[in-house]
């Protein structure tokens, strides 16, 4: 409860600093299990997985780490280190209008990245099954150098998908690609604020230029034996600390509110 006390303080001092908008209102949100096909510093398999939510208004999705905000009681320490250690984005479809802002935290810095709302060319298959109770249908898509094999419904009218996936006549219920995997997993109905948070800390560029970026950073052979080599003088950079306590008896620690990874697997980008 202490580590979650800290993280409350700390995305407090965070909102005083920048500056929220309210951008829409969800119609829903859907719930995705993301899971990451990859493997350790010695080559043995290993497979991550956190939630994502996908909160989807009327005219911006949102899609963002499933947090205490959207279900009841606390995530645990070792998942919020595992959603870091992931490096899922955070995302706003239609913001600004025809254009997706996404949100990239890479030690010790906030990156925002912006580009007009990417599409994909589906190709549409007479294949069905059933799904989370849902009839669905199958389409697959390349898109930014992944192939993606998906099943969506047209019970649930929407568009809408995890991450930047979207755009076919019904909700996505399943995405996989070779490494990655995104399974519906509930929906929640009540009605909550889309907001967007800016700061003048955010440092602002092209989204080509910023994937570019966060792909050198962790596909670096470095990056496994030392996952801040890309932060040479990390210390200068600190403002905020905290030592946690995790389950299996070990510590963690937090800068800045950026979990410092004891150890790190396998860099699998959703995009090139």
């Given amino acids: 409860m202490k580590a979650i006390l800290f993280l409350l303080v700390f995305v407090l001092v965070l909102t005083a600093q920048a500056q929220e908008t309210t951008l829409d209102t969800t119609l829903f949100t859907a719930v995705y299990d993301y899971q990451l096909q990859t493997c350790d510093a010695d080559g043995l398999p290993v497979c991550d997985q956190i ?4 909160r989807i208004g009327s005219h911006v999705t949102h899609c963002t780490l499933f947090r205490p905000a959207h279900q ?3 995530v645990s320490i070792e998942t919020l280190m595992a959603q870091e250690q992931m490096h899922f984005p955070q995302l706003w479809l239609n913001y600004p209008e025809g254009q997706t802002t996404t949100h990239e935290r890479i030690l010790p810095n906030t990156f925002v990245g912006i580009e007009p709302t990417p599409t994909q060319d589906w190709a549409l298959s007479p294949d069905t099954l059933t799904l989370a109770g849902y009839l669905c249908h199958a389409a ?6 992944l192939t993606w094999h998906v099943w969506y419904t047209d019970e649930i009218p929407s568009s809408a998908g995890p ?3 979207h755009g076919l006549p019904g909700l996505i219920v399943r995405a996989e690609s070779d490494a990655h995997s995104f399974t519906l997993s509930r929906l929640i109905t009540e009605a909550e604020p889309i907001t967007y948070s800016d700061s003048p800390d955010f440092q602002k ?3 080509s230029k910023l994937t570019a970026h966060k792909n050198k950073v962790y596909s670096d052979r470095r990056y496994l034996q030392q996952p801040t080599y890309y932060v040479p003088d990390l210390l200068s950079t600190v403002t905020h600390v905290e030592v946690f306590n995790l389950k299996d008896g070990s510590k963690a620690a937090s800068i800045n509110g950026y979990f410092l990874p004891q150890t790190v697997h396998v860099y699998q980008p959703l995009e090139q």
């Fill in 163 to 165: 991450w930047k996936l």
């Fill in 51 to 54: 939630p994502i939510a996908v």
């Fill in 72 to 74: 009841e009681g606390d």
């Fill in 140 to 145: 697959t898509t390349t898109f930014r150098g």
């Fill in 205 to 207: 560029m092209k989204q």
